[in-house]
């Protein structure tokens, strides 16, 4: 198995830029989580998935920030308007266990910056 | 809030000596702990993990250790090796679903 895929590994924008960024969770793991890490607050968990539907969006900082996913191989994070402290490392991963329990397998991470 | 604390940023061990990880909770709701490693330009890899019914958990090289009455686990790696340098993420959960990591300890082992 190819493990989480995530697109973009990097993405520049400009401040105001709606910004997407994806996730394909491995195949037959049925939860699906979205962190962000920073330097200031460390690894955050966002929002996550079972069955593809949203369980917790309480890490979600603001309504600039939203999360679907359509079908139980992709994900999408999105970030209307984008603002320069948006800047981050963002961690897509899928578990086969439900819920947080269990082992995560995280993909390598979308790298932003918001200039 | 901080609810998961690994208070050490950092911590530099020699090769073959033991490496101790230390990690905090306040939440006394989580029931379920992780410990992951994670190499630059890598997601987190998961290493091991333990239920609250259990003070005790060993994997190979790596052992957790959980205290509940005093909500402090701690990861130990013996003996350390320079492959194990990484930085090193706590995480705890509880049965509502919430999630928390510490913000991570950067262990070097040295030849």
């Known amino acids: 198995d190819a493990g989480v895929i995530q697109s973009p590994r990097h993405e520049v924008t400009e401040m105001g830029q709606e910004v997407t960024l994806r996730c394909k969770p491995i195949?037959?793991?049925?939860?699906l989580f979205w962190y962000r890490q920073t330097m200031m607050r460390g690894l955050e968990l966002l929002i996550y998935f079972n069955n593809n539907v949203p369980i917790d969006d309480s890490g979600m900082p603001e309504d600039r920030f939203s999360a679907k996913m359509p079908n139980a191989s992709f994900s999408t994070l999105k970030i209307q308007p984008s603002e320069p402290r948006d800047s981050a490392v963002y961690f897509c991963?899928?578990?086969?266990?439900?819920?947080?329990?269990?082992?995560?397998?995280f993909g390598p991470g979308t790298r932003l910056t918001v200039l | 809030d901080q609810q998961v604390k690994q208070n050490s940023p950092s911590l530099s061990v020699q090769e073959g000596r033991i490496s101790i990880l230390n990690c905090d909770y306040t939440?006394?709701?989580?029931?379920?702990f992780l410990w992951y490693k994670k190499y630059p330009a890598e997601g987190p890899t998961f290493l091991i993990s333990?239920?609250?019914?259990?003070d005790k958990n060993e994997d190979g090289r790596f052992t957790v250790f959980l205290n509940k009455s005093a909500k402090h686990l701690s990861l130990h790696i013996v003996p350390s090796q320079p492959g194990d340098s990484a930085v090193y993420f706590c995480?705890?959960?509880?049965?509502?679903?919430?999630?928390?990591f510490g913000a991570g300890t950067r262990l070097t082992v040295k030849p």
């Open positions: 939440n006394s709701m989580f029931d379920y």
């Open positions: 995480a705890a959960s509880g049965s509502d679903g919430d999630m928390r």
């Open positions: 195949s037959g793991h049925n939860s």
């Open positions: 991963a899928s578990s086969a266990a439900g819920g947080t329990r269990g082992e995560q397998f």
């Open positions: 333990i239920s609250s019914i259990k």
